[in-house]
C-alpha cells in the first residue's frame, strides 16, 4: 500500500474514533448529530473545528482533589462562625443548590457597594490599592496599557517594590496585544501570569476565555463585577455612556474570592499556595447574607447558569436582567418564558447596539420574537452601552457578576458572580433597574415583527454562529 493510502485509513480511523467518542458522551443529540454530519461530510474543517471547538471539558478538573479539599478546609477556617446553618425556606433550594454543586458556602456578616459609575469604583479601588500590606490578587478579563491601566501599574508595581505580593492574572487573548504592558510590570516585581496562553496552532483550550473580574486585597476585601480596566469604562464609547456594575465586598465571604483566585493562581501556574495567611478571619462587616460562586467549562455543573435559572424558576411577582450579551441557551430561554407565561413581571434589559460586531448583535436579536410572544418585556438601552450583568428578583435575592446571558458565558468562560440574600440589597438594585429604564425604549412586539424580511433572515444566520459568539 502506498503511504497515501495508509494515510487515509489513519484519518479515517480518527473520524471514526472521535464520532464513537462524540456518541458515546450522551450529549444533547443536535448537537452530536451535528458533529457527526459535519465530520462525515465536511471531514477536514469539520476536524478542525471539533479540535478547537467541540470537545466537552466538563470532566477535566482545574485542580486535584486534594488541593480542592485544602481551598474548602481553609476558607471554612477563615469563615468560621459566619456560615449561616439557619437558611430561609425562601433561598434554601437556591442555597442548597450553589453550595452542593459550586462549594459556595453562605455566609454572613458582609456589606457590599455597589458602583455604576467606573470613575467612583476606580478611585476607591486605586484607594484600597494604597492600603495592602501583605498582598494584592489582581484579576480581570481585560487590563488595558492606556491611561486608566497606567494608574493602576504605577501602584501594582510600588506595592511589589515595598514588599507587597501582588499577583496579576489576566485573560492570554483578551489582552494579547498587550504583552509589553504585563512584561514590564513583571520585569519591576509584579507576579503577572496569562490564563490559558494562547498557543492557536497547539492547544485546543483557544476557546475558553477566563471573564472574571476578581480582586482580593489582603484577604479581607475584594472587588467584582462587570467592570474591567479601560479608560472607554470611564469616558464611554461613540455612542454614550458605559453602563456597568460593580461591587466592593468586606467582609468573610472574601475567603470564597480569594479561593476563586488562588484556584486560577493554581491552574495556570501550577504553584499552590495554600498559607493561613491569605485566610485571615475577617470580623463581621455589616448584615448582608451572601455566596459567591464560580463556574466553567471545567466541572460537572454549569454552576451560575443553574443558579440563575433557579432564581427564575423561583420568582414570583418579578425578575428584572441586565445583560450586554443576550444569546441564550435551550434552558434560559425555555425558563424565561416559562415565568412569563406564569405571570411573573419578567423585564430584560439590552444594549440597543453591540460594543464587539454586528454578528453579535444580529444573534442576540434573532431571540427576542420568542420572548415578546410569552410575554417578558424586552428594552433596549438607549443612552450608550449596557455592560453591567444583573439579576434581580421579588425584592429578595440579586445577582451580580462577570456572567452574561449567554452560550458563552454559561458554557465557555470562567465566571464569577455575587448571590446576594437581602430585602434591601434587592430593593436597591430594583431601583437601578428602574432608573436605567428611564434611558431605554421598550420593544413593541408588533413593530418588532414587521421588521423587514431580510434582516430578520440575517438575524437567523448569525443565530447558527451562536456557540461561537
Same mark, same amino acid.
Given at each position: 500500500m502506498t503511504l497515501n493510502a495508509w494515510l487515509n485509513i489513519l484519518f479515517l480511523i480518527i473520524l471514526v474514533s472521535i464520532i464513537l467518542?462524540?456518541?458515546?458522551?450522551?450529549?444533547?443529540?443536535?448537537?452530536?448529530?451535528?458533529?457527526?454530519?459535519?465530520?462525515?461530510?465536511?471531514?477536514?474543517?469539520?476536524?478542525?473545528?471539533?479540535?478547537?471547538?467541540? *470537545?466537552?471539558?466538563?470532566? /477535566? #478538573? +482545574?485542580?486535584?482533589?486534594?488541593?480542592?479539599? !485544602?481551598?474548602?478546609?481553609?476558607?471554612?477556617?477563615?469563615?468560621?462562625?459566619?456560615?449561616?446553618?439557619?437558611?430561609?425556606?425562601?433561598?434554601?433550594?437556591?442555597?442548597?443548590?450553589?453550595?452542593?454543586?459550586?462549594?459556595?458556602?453562605?455566609?454572613?456578616?458582609?456589606?457590599?457597594?455597589?458602583?455604576?459609575?467606573?470613575?467612583?469604583?476606580?478611585?476607591?479601588?486605586?484607594?484600597?490599592?494604597?492600603?495592602?500590606?501583605?498582598?494584592?490578587?489582581?484579576?480581570?478579563?481585560?487590563?488595558?496599557?492606556?491611561?486608566?491601566?497606567?494608574?493602576?501599574?504605577?501602584?501594582?508595581?510600588?506595592?511589589?517594590?515595598?514588599?507587597?505580593?501582588?499577583?496579576?492574572?489576566?485573560?492570554?487573548?483578551?489582552?494579547?496585544? *498587550?504583552?509589553?504592558?504585563? /512584561? #514590564? +510590570?513583571?520585569?519591576?516585581?509584579?507576579?503577572? !501570569?496569562?490564563?490559558?496562553?494562547?498557543?492557536?496552532?497547539l492547544s485546543n483550550d483557544t476557546n475558553y476565555r477566563n471573564h472574571r473580574k476578581n480582586v482580593v486585597i489582603d484577604g479581607r476585601l475584594g472587588y467584582t463585577g462587570g467592570m474591567n480596566i479601560a479608560k472607554r469604562y470611564a469616558v464611554g464609547i461613540r455612542n454614550g455612556i458605559w453602563r456597568d456594575t460593580h461591587i466592593r465586598v468586606e467582609g468573610p465571604v472574601v475567603?470564597?474570592?480569594?479561593?476563586?483566585?488562588?484556584?486560577?493562581?493554581?491552574?495556570?501556574?501550577?504553584?499552590?499556595?495554600?498559607?493561613?495567611?491569605?485566610?485571615?478571619?475577617?470580623?463581621?462587616?455589616?448584615?448582608?447574607?451572601?455566596?459567591?460562586?464560580?463556574?466553567?467549562?471545567?466541572?460537572?455543573?454549569?454552576?451560575?447558569?443553574q443558579a440563575i435559572l433557579r432564581v427564575f424558576n423561583e420568582s414570583r411577582r418579578y425578575v428584572y436582567v441586565q445583560t450586554p450579551y443576550f444569546i441564550p441557551n435551550e434552558p434560559l430561554g425555555v425558563t424565561l418564558r416559562i415565568a412569563a407565561l406564569a405571570g411573573v413581571d419578567v423585564r430584560l434589559i439590552i444594549p440597543r447596539r453591540d460594543d464587539v460586531n454586528m454578528v453579535v448583535t444580529f444573534a442576540s436579536r434573532s431571540y427576542i420574537k420568542d420572548l415578546l410572544e410569552a410575554g417578558v418585556k424586552v428594552y433596549f438601552y438607549e443612552k450608550g452601552f449596557m455592560h453591567a450583568k444583573t439579576?434581580?428578583?421579588?425584592d429578595a435575592v440579586c445577582s451580580i457578576g462577570s456572567t452574561n446571558l449567554d452560550i458563552r458565558s454559561f458554557e465557555q468562560d470562567f465566571e464569577i458572580n455575587a448571590f446576594i440574600y437581602d430585602r434591601n440589597m434587592a430593593v436597591r438594585m430594583r431601583e437601578l433597574f428602574m432608573e436605567d429604564l428611564e434611558g431605554c425604549s421598550q420593544v413593541d412586539p408588533e413593530q418588532w415583527a414587521q421588521r423587514p424580511k431580510l434582516k430578520q433572515f440575517a438575524e437567523s444566520v448569525a443565530r447558527l454562529c451562536s456557540p461561537l459568539l
Amino acid at each position: 500500500m502506498t503511504l497515501n493510502a495508509w494515510l487515509n485509513i489513519l484519518f479515517l480511523i480518527i473520524l471514526v474514533s472521535i464520532i464513537l467518542m462524540e456518541v458515546s458522551e450522551n450529549g444533547h443529540p443536535i448537537r452530536t448529530l451535528t458533529w457527526i454530519l459535519l465530520l462525515i461530510f465536511l471531514p477536514v474543517i469539520g476536524l478542525i473545528l471539533y479540535f478547537y471547538f467541540g *470537545r466537552d471539558r466538563k470532566n /477535566r #478538573r +482545574m485542580v486535584s482533589v486534594a488541593d480542592m479539599a !485544602r481551598f474548602q478546609e481553609l476558607t471554612a477556617e477563615a469563615v468560621g462562625e459566619h456560615v449561616c446553618t439557619d437558611i430561609p425556606e425562601a433561598h434554601r433550594n437556591l442555597v442548597t443548590l450553589l453550595h452542593t454543586a459550586g462549594q459556595a458556602l453562605p455566609v454572613d456578616g458582609n456589606d457590599v457597594r455597589v458602583y455604576t459609575d467606573f470613575s467612583a469604583m476606580y478611585a476607591d479601588l486605586l484607594t484600597d490599592l494604597e492600603s495592602a500590606r501583605h498582598h494584592i490578587h489582581f484579576q480581570f478579563f481585560k487590563f488595558e496599557d492606556d491611561e486608566m491601566g497606567r494608574k493602576a501599574e504605577e501602584i501594582l508595581v510600588r506595592k511589589a517594590q515595598e514588599g507587597v505580593q501582588v499577583r496579576l492574572q489576566i485573560d492570554d487573548l483578551a489582552n494579547l496585544t *498587550r504583552r509589553g504592558f504585563y /512584561r #514590564r +510590570m513583571a520585569e519591576q516585581g509584579v507576579q503577572v !501570569r496569562p490564563f490559558l496562553r494562547v498557543r492557536l496552532l497547539l492547544s485546543n483550550d483557544t476557546n475558553y476565555r477566563n471573564h472574571r473580574k476578581n480582586v482580593v486585597i489582603d484577604g479581607r476585601l475584594g472587588y467584582t463585577g462587570g467592570m474591567n480596566i479601560a479608560k472607554r469604562y470611564a469616558v464611554g464609547i461613540r455612542n454614550g455612556i458605559w453602563r456597568d456594575t460593580h461591587i466592593r465586598v468586606e467582609g468573610p465571604v472574601v475567603a470564597e474570592m480569594q479561593t476563586a483566585f488562588l484556584v486560577d493562581w493554581k491552574f495556570s501556574t501550577k504553584e499552590l499556595l495554600d498559607d493561613p495567611v491569605y485566610f485571615p478571619k475577617v470580623p463581621a462587616a455589616g448584615p448582608l447574607m451572601m455566596q459567591v460562586a464560580t463556574s466553567g467549562p471545567m466541572g460537572e455543573f454549569r454552576v451560575i447558569m443553574q443558579a440563575i435559572l433557579r432564581v427564575f424558576n423561583e420568582s414570583r411577582r418579578y425578575v428584572y436582567v441586565q445583560t450586554p450579551y443576550f444569546i441564550p441557551n435551550e434552558p434560559l430561554g425555555v425558563t424565561l418564558r416559562i415565568a412569563a407565561l406564569a405571570g411573573v413581571d419578567v423585564r430584560l434589559i439590552i444594549p440597543r447596539r453591540d460594543d464587539v460586531n454586528m454578528v453579535v448583535t444580529f444573534a442576540s436579536r434573532s431571540y427576542i420574537k420568542d420572548l415578546l410572544e410569552a410575554g417578558v418585556k424586552v428594552y433596549f438601552y438607549e443612552k450608550g452601552f449596557m455592560h453591567a450583568k444583573t439579576v434581580v428578583a421579588d425584592d429578595a435575592v440579586c445577582s451580580i457578576g462577570s456572567t452574561n446571558l449567554d452560550i458563552r458565558s454559561f458554557e465557555q468562560d470562567f465566571e464569577i458572580n455575587a448571590f446576594i440574600y437581602d430585602r434591601n440589597m434587592a430593593v436597591r438594585m430594583r431601583e437601578l433597574f428602574m432608573e436605567d429604564l428611564e434611558g431605554c425604549s421598550q420593544v413593541d412586539p408588533e413593530q418588532w415583527a414587521q421588521r423587514p424580511k431580510l434582516k430578520q433572515f440575517a438575524e437567523s444566520v448569525a443565530r447558527l454562529c451562536s456557540p461561537l459568539l
